[in-house]
């Protein structure tokens, strides 16, 4: 546990003394601090039944944001170091595969979840403006960030996968992208499962983001994208620590 510790510490100093942290955080208060504003100035036209947090987690301008941010935080996890070569004394050192695979994806983890820590303010500065809650109810706040972790677990995990294939950041990048857009258009299908019975509706509502955040956001849990979120999470997790491996034999 002390050198999974050691190793985490590493990758947060790593990620937090380059400008590329800094970069990805004004980008994306920009980005969500207008979507908020957008989605606020729409909600003031007229009584509505929609939240101020279902408007906020259910924009193009959230989800544009969102895709984005994993390629950018995850393409230099492992293709940095196997181009610099930092990756060896690493590798030689007496650490096991799974603690820095586990290091990476952890640090990486927590520099996404400070990204969006300063969103909750839009909803604070909200309360403090208009003495109203911006949910319909507290679990909606929880529903909503909770679930943010949880696809942000599985597509982190994912970039890792891809950025220890490569020693490429661009190309680990646009692999990450490209694998991250089949999954969030696979679940887009659900719109068509009007046409295909309440059977197929079932099924794409565990692959679709957007109808997962729409239930989150109103406070409504459910199982199914939990489970899945997390299975995927370790099953990419695994898929990481083979390649790696790999490539320390072929090393």
Request: overall charge positive; hydrophobic content about 55%.
């Amino acid at each position: 546990m002390r050198i999974l510790w050691t190793l985490w510490k590493r990758e947060v100093a790593s990620a937090f003394q380059t400008p590329m942290a800094w970069v990805i955080l004004f980008f994306l208060l920009l980005v969500t601090g207008f979507n908020f504003y957008a989605g606020v100035t729409v909600l003031n036209h007229g009584p509505t039944e929609v939240t101020v947090v279902e408007s906020f987690f259910n924009t193009i301008f959230f989800w544009f944001a969102f895709l984005l941010l994993f390629p950018l935080l995850t393409m230099r996890l492992f293709s940095e170091e196997y181009r610099s070569g930092t990756i060896e004394p690493l590798m030689t050192a007496p650490v096991r595969d799974s603690q820095v695979v586990m290091a990476k994806f952890l640090g990486v983890l927590f520099l996404y979840s400070v990204l969006w820590l300063p969103t909750g303010l839009y909803f604070a500065i909200f309360w403090w403006q208009t003495h109203l809650s911006a949910a319909g109810a507290l679990g909606a706040y929880f529903g909503s960030y909770f679930l943010l972790f949880l696809m942000g677990m599985f597509y982190l995990s994912l970039g890792c996968l891809c950025s220890s294939m490569t020693r490429h950041q661009i190309t680990a990048a646009v692999m990450t992208f490209a694998l991250i857009s089949l999954f969030f258009l696979t679940g887009l299908l659900s719109f068509l499962a009007g046409h295909t019975g309440s059977f197929m509706q079932g099924i794409t509502i565990m692959f679709s983001p957007i109808d997962q955040m729409t239930q989150f956001s109103r406070g409504i849990f459910d199982s199914r994208p939990v489970i899945w979120y997390l299975a995927m999470t370790a099953l990419c997790l695994f898929l990481t620590l083979q390649s790696f491996q790999a490539r320390r034999w072929r090393s």
